[in-house]
């Protein structure tokens, strides 16, 4: 496991921790701002997850196409 991702697991025990402690200490304004903030994170890493994956669709079109090019001026000059 990366270290990167062993971090961001801790982080979101941590604040999943929080959010249950703060539940029991009634202390609902701040749980409900830490349910806020992972509703946010989650929503911004699947944005960036989306955006990452029409990326790369978008290159290996682009990349396709200019073969399907490229063989087809092949084709066409033997």
């Keep these: 496991m990366r270290k990167s991702t062993k971090w961001v697991l801790w982080i979101l025990g941590l604040m999943l921790a929080a959010i249950f402690v703060n539940f029991y200490m009634k202390a609902f304004n701040i749980a409900y701002g830490l349910i806020t903030v992972l509703l ?31 063989d087809d001026i092949d084709r066409y000059t033997r």
């Design 40 to 70: 946010m994170f989650f929503t911004g890493w699947g944005f960036l997850a989306k955006l990452k994956n029409d990326v790369r669709q978008h290159e290996d079109h682009h990349k396709r196409m200019h073969d399907s090019a490229m």
